[in-house]
C-alpha cells in the first residue's frame, strides 16, 4: 500500500486559502473598502498610524488577501503598495475591485519568493493576520534582507483564539479553524507563538522590536486576542555573535572568503539564519590561500586559484576564553556561478550591494568586511586586526 506523503504546513495553508477563495467567488461576497487598517478586529487598537510615514513610501501588504488596507493606502495616504498573496482567487476578487487603482500592484506569488526577487527594498511591510501562516525560520530572513536599512515592519499575529487556547511555547505549526460564510470550516496550520518567541526571533534575524500592542476582541463572550508588532531594521547592519561552544580540534583558524564584482557580495544563508561569506577551517597542513579555494569550492561551487587570493590579515578575537583566530582572504578572480552543495551548511548564495548588506551577518564575516573596507555601516563585536604585508 502506497504511503501518503504528509503535506507541508504551508502547502496546507495554500490549498486551504485557495478554497475560501472560491467560496466567496461562487457566493459573489462583495469587497467593501476599508477606512483605516484594523490588526485584528474593526475599529479595536492600534490603526493606519502604527505604520509610520506612508507618503511616497515603497510598501508591501504581505498576505494581502482582498488588497482592501492596501488600497486604503494608496487612496488616503499616497503610498506605493506591492500587494502579494499566494492565493490566485484572493487577487482574482482583488482585482475585481482594484485592478485600475494607480500606485497599487497587485502580485499572485509565494510570500518568500516575492521578498529574494524583489530588486528594491521596501520602506514599509505589514502583515494584517497573515504572517502566522509561513514557517518564521522560512519567511524572516528573506522579510529582513527585503527591508531597507531603517524601514518599518509592522503584523499583527493570533495570540489566544476563539477557543481560549493560548500560544505556543515551540516554533511549531497547530491546527486552527478558518470558518467559512454561510457554514463549514477548513483547518488551517499556524504558527502562534508566545511574544517571547516572536521578539526572539525578530532580534535573531537583525530586526529590533519598538513596540507591542495587544488586541482584544470587544465581545466580552469572545476569549480571541492579538498582538500587534512595530519592529525596525536598523539603520546599520548588524552581526550575530558566535557559539561559545569550544572549537574541535584545528577548528579555531579560519577564513572568510570576499567575492566581490559588478553584481556585489557574495553571501550565503547558514540554516542558522545568519548570512555569511563563503569560508570555514583551515585543515592540517594546508596554506590558507588552499582553504579559501577548498572551501569556496565546496560551499558554493566556485572555481578559483590559489595565486588569486589575497590575504588581508589576521581577526584575532575570543569566546569565552577561547581564542579564535580569522583569516579574510578577497579572492581576485574565480569561475563559475555559486550553488547549493550537498550537505553544506550554508546555501541560498546571493549577490548584495554593500549598501544593502542582509542584516543578521555571522560575526567572523562581519569582522572581515571591516577590515577589507572599514568605511561599512556594519556593527560587530570587536577583533584585533593584524594586516598581512602586501
Known amino acids: 500500500m502506497e504511503v501518503p506523503v504528509p503535506q507541508s504546513p504551508e502547502s496546507v495553508n495554500a490549498a ?76 482574482e476578487r482583488a482585482r475585481a475591485r482594484y485592478g485600475d487603482l494607480p500606485g497599487l500592484r497587485l502580485i499572485t506569488a509565494d510570500a518568500v519568493d516575492h521578498l529574494r526577487a524583489t530588486a528594491e527594498p521596501y520602506d514599509v511591510v505589514y502583515a494584517v493576520g497573515s504572517l502566522p501562516y509561513i514557517d518564521p525560520y522560512r519567511l524572516l530572513p528573506a522579510l529582513a534582507t527585503a527591508l531597507a536599512p531603517g524601514a518599518v515592519l509592522c503584523f499583527s499575529v493570533l495570540h489566544t483564539d476563539s477557543d481560549g487556547a493560548g500560544p505556543s511555547g515551540t516554533v511549531t505549526a497547530r491546527p486552527e479553524p478558518l470558518r467559512l460564510a454561510g457554514g463549514g470550516e477548513e483547518s488551517v496550520r499556524m504558527w502562534v507563538l508566545e511574544p517571547e518567541l516572536w521578539e526572539g526571533l525578530l532580534t535573531e534575524h537583525g530586526l529590533s522590536v519598538d513596540r507591542v500592542e495587544t488586541v482584544a476582541s470587544p465581545d466580552p463572550a469572545n476569549p480571541a486576542s492579538y498582538r500587534v508588532f512595530r519592529a525596525r531594521r536598523p539603520p546599520r547592519t548588524t552581526s550575530r555573535p558566535r557559539t561559545n561552544l569550544p572549537p574541535v580540534p584545528h577548528a579555531a583558524l579560519g577564513v572568510g572568503a570576499i567575492l566581490h564584482g559588478p553584481r556585489g557580495l557574495l553571501l550565503g544563508r547558514h540554516r542558522r539564519g545568519t548570512w555569511e561569506l563563503p569560508g570555514g577551517t583551515s585543515e592540517p597542513g594546508e596554506r590558507l590561500e588552499e582553504t579559501v579555494v577548498r572551501e569556496l569550492r565546496e560551499e558554493t561551487g566556485i572555481e578559483a586559484d590559489a595565486r588569486d587570493v589575497r590575504l588581508l590579515g589576521t581577526l584575532l578575537d575570543h569566546v569565552d576564553g577561547v ?54 555601516p556594519i556593527d560587530h563585536a570587536p577583533a584585533h586586526f593584524t594586516p598581512f604585508r602586501g
Open 16 to 91: 486551504v486559502w485557495q478554497t475560501y477563495a472560491e467560496h466567496h467567488l461562487r457566493r459573489g461576497t462583495p469587497v467593501e473598502d476599508a477606512d483605516r487598517v484594523d490588526w485584528g478586529f474593526p475599529g479595536v487598537g492600534p490603526g493606519t498610524e502604527f505604520l509610520g510615514e506612508l507618503t511616497g513610501r515603497r510598501v508591501l501588504d504581505l498576505g494581502c488577501g482582498l488588497a482592501r488596507h492596501a488600497a486604503h493606502l494608496v487612496t488616503a495616504h499616497g503610498a506605493r503598495v506591492d500587494a502579494v498573496d499566494a492565493s490566485p482567487g484572493q487577487i
Open 323 to 376: 581564542v579564535r583566530v580569522t583569516v579574510g582572504a578577497v579572492v581576485e578572480k574565480w569561475r563559475g556561478e555559486p550553488s547549493d552543495q550537498p550537505g553544506e551548511r550554508v546555501g541560498d548564495w546571493r549577490w548584495y550591494p554593500l549598501d544593502r548588506l542582509p542584516p543578521s551577518l555571522f560575526v567572523c564575516s562581519a569582522q572581515s568586511l571591516t577590515a577589507w573596507r572599514p568605511g561599512l
